[in-house]
């Protein structure tokens, strides 16, 4: 019954829906975004100082690297065992240099876990600093290439995975009284003391990481946009002339400051293929969804347009190809 019960839930809540499921509405309008931006893959000249227009497979370090240093939390690129002979300040995040959705990452407590990872990732990845507010949020982001004016698009919150004690239940029972973290319960139940019992309203961490796929919820905070926040970002992104659509992963001491554009830490910057988080609320309604989703794929659309009418080509078939299975080669990698 519980099988039957995941399954249902699953079902009637889109936010579990396989990607190839939910961006169906995307697919069917694909002729028309590419003959908007004269090619098939128009996405890849989204942003010209990003391999690819940061569809996939671009390096985090490397682009971390373009932002204004001021924003960023200390990170290490690691590619060899050497790159570890560093005073490393732990608990650290350690997160594959190539990949998305959360796969592979790790917060990491001591040397012998840092290089266990090392050994055991066996490929180039960043050792982050890792921050210790809970407020996180991800910041979708546009830039007209004419007007150089940059938007705020989306924000969406986090909410980390958590239980709240009863005195009673242990964090087993806990989680699987949950939808969210029983799906959750077959890759953590190693990591955590299931037997455990929690004090009456004691809440437990269960997941740090503030990734959909590991949990979080993501909640619909659009209104948190401001001027100030806005300017930040735009002043984030100053080394970076040519960059256009995106996302920010990034961590603030609190709401009020990421309104006023304070205490912010950009933890990645993602490409032509960011998702504007706010989408998946669990309140948020389908039809809601897919418009929002279409509407950011027609800006993504008008953007690429704009750089191909200022002489941007986009990344021959054969080559994308080539690039595409390449990086299908390191998603089976864990």
């Not at 990003?50 to 240093?69: D, R, T, V, W």
């Not at 996302?247 to 001491?253: E, H, V, W």
């Not at 690429?304 to 990698?333: I, V």
Request: proline content about 5%.
């Amino acid at each position: 019954m519980k099988f039957k019960s995941d399954f249902l839930h699953k079902l009637y809540h889109y936010e579990y829906w396989p990607a190839w499921i939910f961006y169906m509405p995307v697919y069917l309008l694909w002729p028309y975004f590419a003959y908007r931006a004269r090619s098939i893959l128009f996405f890849t000249i989204a942003n010209p100082c990003i391999p690819h227009g940061g569809s996939f497979g671009e390096s985090k370090a490397n682009i971390l690297n373009l932002l204004n240093p001021k924003f960023l939390p200390l990170s290490f690129p690691v590619a060899s065992i050497d790159d570890l002979n560093k005073d490393f300040i732990f608990p650290v995040v350690a997160k594959p240099d190539i990949g998305e959705r959360g796969v592979n990452i790790r917060l990491i407590y001591t040397m012998e876990e840092l290089e266990k990872y090392f050994h055991d990732l066996g490929r180039p990845f960043i050792v982050q600093e890792y921050l210790t507010s809970q407020f996180e949020a991800g910041v979708m982001v546009f830039r007209d290439p004419k007007t150089r004016q940059l938007q705020i698009s989306s924000i969406v919150t986090k909410e980390f995975l958590k239980v709240r004690g009863d005195g009673v239940s242990t964090i087993k029972k806990l989680m699987l009284k949950n939808p969210r973290s029983r799906f959750q319960w077959e890759r953590l139940k190693n990591e955590i003391e299931a037997n455990r019992i929690l004090n009456k309203n004691e809440e437990l961490l269960i997941e740090p990481i503030g990734n959909h796929s590991r949990g979080t919820a993501f909640i619909n905070s659009n209104d948190l946009a401001t001027k100030e926040l806005t300017s930040a970002l735009d002043e984030a992104l100053s080394p970076m002339k040519e960059f256009y659509f995106g996302r920010f992963d990034l961590k603030a001491d609190s709401v009020e400051d990421l309104k006023l554009g304070q205490t912010i830490k950009i933890m990645e910057l993602n490409g032509a293929f960011s998702e504007p988080g706010h989408i998946y609320d669990p309140k948020e309604k389908l039809w809601n969804a897919w418009k929002d989703l279409i509407s950011h794929w027609i800006i993504l659309s008008k953007v690429c347009r704009d750089n191909y009418q200022r002489g941007y080509r986009a990344t021959p078939f054969l080559e994308f190809a080539c690039l595409y299975k390449d990086y299908k080669k390191l998603e089976q990698m864990r």
